[in-house]
């Protein structure tokens, strides 16, 4: 077979096609922390399917699993019936995850995708509370259908929705303005009668902001908005779909703040093999739902169940947990050299744990520094409301020798950006 014509994705895809846009090859093969193109190139990757495959590529022992009950006639498509693969993901999944944190949820499987997490955790507050509104935070994302959307801060991607997107407030994110004590606003609103905001429902956050510029809210203020929900009788809503499954150090990215959330929403590498999968965990007094009131055909992916079950094995060890915040503080210390290193670039570093990246001056150099980095070998993407941030989501098993060799691309990228200019 001869090589493929980009024509096809030219004249037969959705002009809505973005990443093949940014990174203009054929990939044929995918392993570890590699990607192979069909000219044989190989690069290093930093993207990990937007977070979704946080232990890299084609793991050995979740391909293993996933091979073995697939030859075995296992289940792959159940709803929500009941099947071996799920029961044994729901207990590893308490015993490995839960129970060591002692923290008490019940699990629910609302479709494939972290939008879907979102738009369950957001029905399941009003339902519980009897309220409308939800209190969401600047800059954040939730995913692209409207319910996501309403709490979503993204100007562009709210437009998309095509109709009015009622039934949210949008209060500042902490250090959205520098001097703004950004809880004390939100108490305000909440407390004067004249603020014109009623009671929400929840509030949604992601501890770290992905889509929104890898922006790290502080453990402090975390635990504040915690508090305030408690003082209000409002649901906590910890949107983890990209900061959690180990992305910022530990399994959940609250855990540091000392937070216990009422709902979370997981999915993008809960599977660990880039299969869809989403869940939302919440408080069993909060388990009011009937039976068939929130479904969907996909709620039962069985091979995401034993993938994920595979991936929970990586958890039972605790120094792969160290690991990780090992080659979090030298990919954040190699950062910081570089911003300091090449002042031209105005950065500042940004985010926690391996979700972190350099803010730049603008958009344009930072879309230099990541085109760079692809013609060198290396897939990374950018962030922020005006794509200003490069950021950086190895995979969290990557070997120590493989993270300095990605970040030396990076440097060897900034230091051709800022010393010559790219010019369109």
């Known amino acids: 077979m001869g090589k493929t014509d980009m024509k096809i994705f030219e004249t037969k895809e959705s002009e809505v096609r973005s990443y093949c846009r940014d990174f203009p090859k054929v990939f044929t093969k995918a392993k570890g922390h590699k990607l192979w193109d069909e000219d044989g190139n190989t690069y290093i990757d930093f993207f990990s399917g937007a977070g979704a495959l946080n232990y890299g590529h084609n793991d050995d022992h979740m391909k293993e699993k996933l091979v073995e009950y697939i030859t075995n006639d296992g289940i792959t498509h159940s709803l929500d019936k009941a099947t071996t693969a799920k029961a044994e993901f729901i207990q590893k999944f308490n015993d490995v995850i839960l129970e060591p944190r002692n923290l008490d949820y019940k699990m629910m499987f609302p479709g494939p995708t972290g939008t879907n997490a979102v738009e369950s955790a957001l029905k399941l507050a009003r339902k519980v509370t009897g309220r409308t509104d939800v209190i969401s935070f600047t800059r954040g994302f939730h995913g692209m259908t409207i319910g996501s959307l309403s709490v979503t801060g993204n100007a562009s991607k709210r437009k998309g929705a095509g109709v009015p997107l009622h039934h949210t407030v949008t209060m500042p994110y902490d250090n959205f303005v520098d001097e703004q004590d950004s809880i004390k606003y939100l108490e305000q609103y909440l407390e004067d009668d004249g603020s014109g905001v009623d009671l929400p429902a929840a509030m949604i956050v992601e501890t770290v902001q992905g889509e929104g510029g890898i922006n790290a809210a502080r453990f402090e203020w975390l635990k504040k908005i915690e508090g305030v929900c408690k003082r209000h ?11 959690g499954i180990g992305r910022t150090g530990t399994f959940f990215s609250f855990e540091q703040a000392g937070i216990e959330p009422d709902i979370v929403c997981l999915s993008k590498s809960l599977s660990g093999f880039g299969l869809p999968f989403a869940i939302a965990l919440f408080r069993p007094d909060l388990d009011i739902w009937s039976p068939g009131e929130h479904n969907g055909t996909f709620r039962g992916n069985n091979h995401a169940f034993v993938t994920a079950s595979a991936a929970l094995d990586y958890w039972t060890d605790k120094s792969f947990e160290e690991s990780i915040k090992e080659k979090s503080k030298l990919t954040l210390d190699y950062l910081n050299q570089i ?15 391996l979700m972190v990246g350099i803010e730049c001056e603008n958009g344009d150099i930072a879309d230099q520094v990541t085109t760079e980095c692809f013609n060198r070998g290396l897939i990374m993407e950018t962030a922020g409301m005006d794509g200003e941030v490069f950021k950086l989501f190895p995979a969290i098993n990557i070997d120590e020798g493989a993270l300095k060799e990605g970040l030396s691309i990076i440097e060897e990228s900034v230091k051709v950006v800022v010393k010559e200019p790219v010019t369109n």
Not at 345 to 352: E, F, I, T
């Open 339 to 353: 911003v300091e290193k090449y002042p031209e670039l105005n950065g500042r570093v940004k985010g926690r744990g």
């Open 233 to 243: 009788d409002i649901l906590l809503i910890v949107d983890d779909i990209q900061a």
